[in-house]
T-cell receptor, first 116, second 111 residues
Framework: DSGVTQTPKHLITATGQRVTLRCSPR?????VYWYQQSLDQGLQFLIH???????AKGNILERFSAQQFPDLHSELNLSSLELGDSALYFC???????????????FGPGTRLTVT | SQQGEEDPQALSIQEGENATMNCSYK?????LQWYRQNSGRGLVHLIL?????REKHSGRLRVTLDTSKKSSSLLITASRAADTASYFC???????????FGTGTRLKVLA
């Protein structure tokens, strides 16, 4: 158990819908990262938050947005869903991330999103 | 192409043999990490090597880093069936605050 929790574990929804994925980082970790893993794209970095502020953006679509709240949990919002958005979405946390101090990441179990 | 690319894409060995996986990357990095993923589950951190280090050991794992060639290798010695998983390298660059994961090597250890 990494200490990172993600809810829900599974999500099945229809095209055009909007969903919210939730992540609680390990106690004490200030950074939260979101990743998308699909069979054809591998593990894609989406976005990084550090202590409530956005630090870096990766291959995140405009239909997707995220935020990190004062209690450090994070939410990833996916809207206008398409079939191609079906994937595993992972959240990870780390203590650092504000500079060279970034170390290992701890991954949650993931949310499996299926868009039908 | 990806920042990190592992080679080979898939590897099948007998229990007790050594497994070597390679990772190449494109830009300057602060550190490189290796992760393991069992099917459909979250990634587990294995080892981190900083850009000023050349080799690091952890149990049956040995990682090397050659920054001049922008490459790293992960050696698993005396492999076990439980080592069957996908292995990913990830690079971190402080200027971008991003972790970039490679495409992964699928390792199968036959009992």
């Amino acid at each position: 158990d990494s200490g990172v929790t993600q809810t829900p574990k599974h999500l099945i929804t229809a095209t055009g819908q909007r969903v919210t994925l939730r992540c609680s980082p390990r106690s004490g970790d200030l950074s939260v990262y979101w990743y998308q893993q699909s069979l054809d794209q591998g593990l894609q970095f989406l976005i990084h938050y550090y202590n409530g502020e956005e630090r870096a953006k990766g291959n995140i679509l405009e239909r997707f947005s995220a935020q990190q709240f004062p209690d450090l949990h994070s939410e990833l919002n996916l809207s206008s869903l398409e079939l191609g958005d079906s994937a595993l979405y992972f959240c990870a946390s780390s203590v650092g991330g504000a500079g060279t101090g970034a170390g290992e990441q701890y991954f949650g179990p993931g949310t499996r999103l299926t868009v039908t | 192409s990806q920042q990190g690319e592992e080679d080979p894409q898939a590897l099948s060995i007998q229990e007790g043999e050594n497994a070597t996986m390679n990772c190449s990357y494109k830009t300057s990095i602060n550190n490189l990490q290796w992760y393991r993923q069992n099917s459909g589950r979250g990634l587990v951190h294995l080892i981190l090597i900083r850009s000023n280090e050349r080799e690091k050991h952890s149990g049956r794992l040995r990682v090397t880093l050659d920054t001049s060639k922008k490459s790293s290798s992960l050696l698993i010695t005396a492999s076990r069936a439980a080592d069957t998983a996908s292995y990913f390298c990830a690079t971190f660059t402080s200027g971008t605050y991003k972790y970039i994961f490679g495409t992964g090597t699928r390792l199968k250890v036959l009992a």
